[in-house]
Each structure stands twice: as structure tokens, then as C-alpha cells.
């Protein structure tokens, strides 16, 4: 079993949808969790961190994180064709000494 | 203020070669961390170096090496380059572990 899974699409939505993308992972230990979108050729950007359950709200982006099913979330509103992208989910152990990165999500935000 | 830097963007190399990424954190950032990315999958994390000091090592052979120096920056170094070793190499540095990270560009290897 991988650490991290995250469904990785194709995701295809229209414009103005409410977007949900979802990962889950096996191993408790970790307690620092982002989401990252990333281009086509280009870096990771992050985009939420967050080390608590709970949510976490940023422009039209919210983080979710449940930590006792091992379950974090990120919720897109209002979503354009600029957030066509890939996404992928990180979690960092309470020790910091490594990332682990989920296999990415492909968001399609069609107009 | 600059983010992350890395060099070279694109580099093209022969199996068997030896090659240097070279990576410049965020000003003020004393943590640096590697990752191979390849083609349709996540990031996977190779070294972390803090305060000069390596803090963690991902699943990969002893061909892959790294160092930080003073001024933060870092090199990865990988021997005896495979096929398998293309990939976009990314860096990633943060004030201090585990905070979030901010990623590079990443330099593109491909081996040939």
C-alpha cells in the first residue's frame, strides 16, 4: 500500500464548478499537510498548509483535513480555466525530515 | 525578493556520465530539498539538508549524492547516469523544516 493515494483523474469541469479533490494516506505520523498546483513543466506552487484538523480557508480555496480517518481535501470555488493544472497533495512527517507527495490529480477547467 | 533558483533548466547527458544540479534557496531559507519527478507522477523526495546538514534520505541508490554550503545553496550530484535517471530534478527550499516548501523550476535531465 502506497503512503499516499490520490485519484489521478483526468478531472474535467466547467467553469464555475466546485471542485473536489481528495487524497488518503496510511501512516499516522504524519501531521503537516499541503496541496501544491502545478503547471506543465514548471514547479510545484503552494498553494495551503495546514498541521491541524480541521479547515482552512484561503480566497477560493479551502483545505480539509481529517486526521482520524486519514483523509485531507482541497475544495476549489468558482473554478476557471486558469486552475487547469495538476494538484497534488504532500504530507510531511512530525520529524521534517522528507515530503511525501501524492500522484497528482489532473484538473481541466473547461470554459 | 527571488524565489528559488535552479541550473542549469535543461541539460542532455550520455548513460554512464556524471552531472551537477546546482539549486539557490529563498534568502533566508536554511533548508534545501531534492526530488526527481517523473513524467505523470509525484515528486519523489531524495535529499533534505539543513543548516549544511543532511536531515533525510529518500529510496535512492548511492550514485545520487548532495551537499549544502555555507550560503545555504546546493548541489545534487548523480554518477553513472541510466536511462531511468531522466526525470525533472526539482529543489525545494523552506525557512526551517517542516514548514511548507516553495519549489524551483526544476532543471530537466534527460539522459540519452
Known amino acids: 500500500q502506497k503512503e499516499v493515494e490520490q485519484d489521478p483523474g483526468p478531472l474535467s469541469v466547467p467553469e464555475g464548478a466546485i471542485v473536489s479533490l481528495n487524497c488518503t494516506y496510511s501512516n499516522s505520523a504524519f501531521q503537516y499537510f499541503m496541496w501544491y498546483r502545478q503547471y506543465s513543466r514548471k514547479g510545484p506552487e503552494l498553494l495551503m498548509y495546514t498541521y491541524s484538523s480541521g479547515n482552512k480557508e484561503d480566497g477560493r480555496f479551502t483545505a480539509q483535513v481529517d486526521k482520524s480517518s486519514k483523509y485531507i481535501s482541497l475544495f476549489i470555488r468558482d473554478s476557471q480555466p486558469s486552475d487547469s493544472a495538476t494538484y497534488l497533495c504532500?504530507?510531511?512527517?512530525?520529524?521534517?525530515?522528507?515530503?511525501?507527495f501524492g500522484p497528482g490529480t489532473s484538473l481541466s477547467v473547461i470554459p | 525578493d527571488a524565489g528559488v533558483t535552479q541550473s542549469p533548466t535543461h541539460l542532455i547527458k550520455t548513460r554512464g556520465q556524471h552531472v551537477t544540479l546546482r539549486c539557490s534557496p529563498i534568502?533566508?531559507?536554511?533548508?534545501v530539498s531534492w526530488y526527481q519527478q517523473v513524467l505523470g507522477q509525484g515528486p519523489q523526495f531524495i535529499f533534505q539538508?539543513?543548516?549544511?546538514?543532511?536531515?533525510g534520505r529518500g529510496n535512492f541508490p548511492d550514485r545520487f549524492s548532495a551537499r549544502q554550503f555555507p550560503n545555504y545553496s546546493s548541489e545534487l550530484n548523480v554518477n553513472a547516469l541510466l536511462l531511468g535517471d531522466s526525470a525533472l530534478y526539482l529543489c525545494?527550499?523552506?525557512?526551517?523544516?517542516?514548514?511548507?516548501?516553495?519549489f524551483g523550476q526544476g532543471t530537466r535531465l534527460t539522459v540519452v
Open positions: 534568502s533566508g531559507h536554511k533548508s
Open positions: 539538508y539543513y543548516e549544511k546538514e543532511e536531515r
Open positions: 504532500a504530507m510531511v512527517y512530525l520529524s521534517g525530515d522528507k515530503v511525501i
Open positions: 525545494a527550499s523552506s525557512p526551517n523544516p517542516p514548514t511548507q516548501a516553495f
